[in-house]
């Protein structure tokens, strides 16, 4: 399959022109087969508290307008961390590539802590935002980066970089979740990647996996465990997610009987 990524707003998608087919990313593949029971704690927290930040506007409202605005809370709520987080990949990402970038305020903190990142760990790029392939388990994803890192347990430190680490940056406010592993694994254990020229390239081999956590108080290089095992469950998460898309399939049409029943209960 030939793979190109096309982007739609904040979102992007895989597709192979051979067939036309879309090919399922990473993180498809752990949103469609891990559960997240979190989630709906979360989604009550948000939908009560805007409730209650909002009671006197939400009591001027018809009726189904409250609840067209209630329900719809919790997405504004996302919609509103997930576009900080693409803000701050895209300057990481010319920050990453020694770009100049103008600021927005509301992002300031946190692009001051990626740069402390990158000028503590004196980092050097080897792949930024690189989509990678995986034909033998037909999945793609995107990669934040591979870099070479000073290795803080190096007692010389003067030496450079020594360590090559395959990292995901996050920005959410309650940090890295488990999940995380199994994205690193599907990038790590991908057949290859795409160059500049969208050429197919064989996967870099990294030393290390983790994930770079970006608050607007500092960051966090985390390490994450991404190994083989990580990479088998990812799979088991994809053999989850087909069978959710799937399962109503397996259930057949009612069964008709052959003959009319008779029976009646008896009632006094």
Request: glycine share 8%; proline share 5%; charged share 25%.
């Amino acid at each position: 399959m030939t793979i190109v990524r096309r982007n739609h707003g904040r979102y992007h998608s895989y597709v192979d022109t051979d067939t036309g087919l879309k090919v399922p990313g990473v993180t498809k593949l752990t949103g469609d087969g891990i559960p997240k029971p979190a989630l709906v704690d979360w989604a009550a927290n948000t939908t009560a508290d805007y409730a209650l930040d909002h009671w006197d506007r939400l009591a001027e409202m018809a009726p189904s307008a409250r609840l067209k605005e209630l329900r719809g809370a919790r997405y504004a709520d996302r919609d509103k961390a997930a576009n900080r987080g693409t803000q701050v990949h895209k300057l990481a990402q010319k920050l990453v590539a020694g770009d100049r970038v103008a600021v927005p305020d509301e992002l300031a903190g946190h692009v001051e802590s990626y740069v402390r990142f990158l000028d503590e760990f004196d980092v050097t790029p080897v792949l930024v935002e690189a989509t990678v392939v995986s034909h033998t388990h037909r999945y793609c994803g995107t990669l934040d980066l591979i870099a070479d890192l000073l290795d803080p347990d190096d007692p010389d430190p003067e030496r450079g970089p020594s360590v090559r680490w395959l990292l995901d940056v996050k920005t959410s406010r309650s940090g890295v979740f488990g999940e995380t592993a199994l994205q690193l694994a599907g990038y790590r254990y991908a057949d290859v990647y795409l160059d500049t020229a969208g050429e197919e390239c064989e996967m870099l081999p990294v030393e290390r996996t983790g994930a770079v956590h970006v608050r607007a108080d500092g960051y966090d290089l985390v390490p994450v465990e991404a190994g083989e095992l990580q990479h088998r469950q990812l799979l088991y998460a994809q053999q989850v997610g087909r069978f959710l898309a799937d399962s109503r399939d397996l259930i057949g049409e009612p069964v008709i009987s052959p003959q009319t029943s008779t029976f009646r209960l008896a009632r006094g």
